[in-house]
T-cell receptor
Framework: QKEVEQDPGPLSVPEGAIVSLNCTYSNSAFQYFMWYRQYSRKGPELLMYTYSSGNKEDGRFTAQVDKSSKYISLFIRDSQPSDSATYLC???????????FGTGTSLTVIP | DAGITQSPRYKITETGRQVTLMCHQT?????MFWYRQDLGHGLRLIYYSAAADITDKGEVPDGYVVSRSKTENFPLTLESATRSQTSVYFCASRLTGGAGYGYTFGSGTRLTVV
């Protein structure tokens, strides 16, 4: 069983839609939860970070962590064509020396 | 410019050859990492380094060698390249004690082993 599971999609939505991206994990020791965005042929860039459980909001983006269910989510409100990318979840224990990544969800926002 | 740079961007090599991928960062981040990205597997950690002369294995270290004589450089060497090492390789760095900052990634090296 993989440490982190992520639905690869692809996901296609109209501009302005609310997007929900999710990951599940198996390791209860994970404390740091991150979302990265990766454009084609580029390196991933950090989008959101959450420590332990709870919600975090940054503009149109909201990250949620439910440690009891081992489930994390990223919501994108008022999605834009520029949001078209692959979204990777990542998580780590307290040291942060090794992050485990999901396989990524490909998102296309259609104008 | 400040940042993390990888070279080369693209590389084609033959099976059995030794190849070195370079990674250079200008922030003096103590931690540096090498990941490979493959379809269906996502990003997997090869090796990481907590400081100069301190390295440790990740999830998939076999067939790779790293060194870190200077804080800013973290080269990755494939000692005898195999087709299964065809992949996109990403170098990353982060601050000491800054697990919450996440990584900053380079632009990647696309390696093809023929």
């Amino acid at each position: 069983q993989k440490e982190v599971e992520q639905d690869p999609g692809p996901l296609s939505v109209p501009e302005g839609a609310i997007v929900s991206l999710n990951c599940t994990y198996s390791n209860s020791a994970f404390q740091y939860f991150m979302w990265y965005r990766q454009y084609s042929r580029k390196g991933p860039e950090l989008l959101m970070y959450t420590y332990s459980s709870g919600n975090k909001e940054d503009g149109r983006f909201t990250a949620q962590v439910d440690k009891s269910s081992k489930y994390i989510s990223l919501f994108i409100r008022d999605s834009q064509p520029s949001d078209s990318a692959t979204y990777l979840c990542a998580m780590s224990g307290n040291t942060g020396n090794q992050f485990y990544f999901g396989t990524g969800t490909s998102l296309t926002v259609i104008p | 410019d400040a940042g993390i740079t990888q070279s080369p961007r693209y590389k084609i090599t033959e099976t059995g050859r030794q190849v070195t991928l370079m990674c250079h960062q200008t922030w003096s981040h103590s931690y540096m990492f090498w990941y490979r990205q493959d379809l269906g597997h996502g990003l997997r950690l090869i090796y990481y380094s907590a400081a100069a002369d301190i390295t440790d294995k990740g999830e998939v270290p076999d067939g790779y060698v790293v060194s870190r004589s200077k804080t800013e450089n973290f080269p990755l060497t494939l000692e005898s390249a195999t087709r299964s090492q065809t992949s996109v390789y990403f170098c990353a760095s982060r601050l000491t004690g800054g697990a919450g900052y996440g990584y900053t990634f380079g632009s990647g090296t696309r390696l093809t082993v023929v």
